[in-house]
């Protein structure tokens, strides 16, 4: 199985600051043949599903605010939110679907300072 | 708009089976991966297995000796069996849809999720 890990586990950030998440794979999710990244996050805010907000690593999911960016091959991506509003409060999940079982990483916590 | 809603009991005992239906609306179950995925009281996410349009399956080897996961196109409905359940899966339990093509097995469209706890 790819193992997920995050870093932080949580964090607190000022409103209007920026956020960033670190996810890394135990095993690269790179396809060199369509040269893509497996590597999806999600956003859960409590009581609530998760919530897709970006796919191929840095591919923004419709609807999802552009404060919201992904980056990263290989074995370690970054979540980014540029300026962090009331509304980011959530935890953040990294996934690989490069290979099954598909796993998330743990999870980061975020929360306004 | 697609929209997916989970069904069935909120409790089973212990070495029961567990039995959910995801029902699903604005889109056809003749497309995409199909995905269970739970997640424990205040815990992270676990994927259980998916079932393709076509009928084949993959399982969690977690969970496979347990797991059915079926797809009843005609009523546009994907479903979840566990067998010889314990309180370890108690959770609240999720089906997904997947995005648009082959490759896109990352989970765009989610039900709000149903609890069931394994208790006698």
């Known amino acids: 199985d790819i193992v997920m890990t995050q870093s932080p586990d949580s964090l607190a950030v000022s409103l209007g600051e920026r956020a960033t998440i670190n996810c890394k794979s135990s095993q690269s999710v790179f396809y060199t043949s369509n040269n893509k990244n497996y590597l999806a996050w999600y956003q859960q805010k409590p009581g609530q599903p998760p919530k897709l907000l970006i796919y191929w690593a840095s591919t923004r999911e419709s609807g999802v605010p552009d404060r919201f960016s992904g980056s990263g091959s290989g074995t370690d991506f970054t979540l980014t939110i540029s300026s962090l509003q009331a509304e980011d409060v959530a935890v953040y999940y990294c996934?690989?679907?490069?290979?099954?079982?598909?796993?998330f990483g743990p999870g980061t916590k975020v929360d306004i300072k | 708009q697609v929209q997916l809603q989970e069904s069935g009991p909120g409790l089973v005992k212990p070495s029961g089976t567990l039995s959910l239906t995801c029902t699903v609306s604005?889109?056809?179950?003749?497309?995409?991966?199909w995905n269970w995925i739970r997640q424990p009281p205040g815990k992270g996410l676990e994927w259980i297995g998916y079932i393709y349009y076509s009928g084949s399956t993959n399982y969690n080897p977690s969970l496979k000796s347990r797991v059915t996961i079926s797809l009843d196109r005609s009523k546009n409905q994907f479903s979840l069996d566990l067998r010889s359940v314990t309180a370890a899966d108690t959770a609240v339990y999720y089906c997904?849809?997947?995005?648009?093509?082959?490759?896109?097995?990352?989970?765009?469209?989610w039900g709000q999720g149903t609890l069931v706890a394994v208790s006698s």
């Open positions: 997904a849809r997947s995005g648009d093509s082959s490759n896109s097995r990352y989970n765009v469209y």
């Open positions: 604005g889109t056809s179950t003749s497309s995409y991966y």
């Open positions: 996934q690989q679907y490069d290979s099954t079982p598909f796993t």
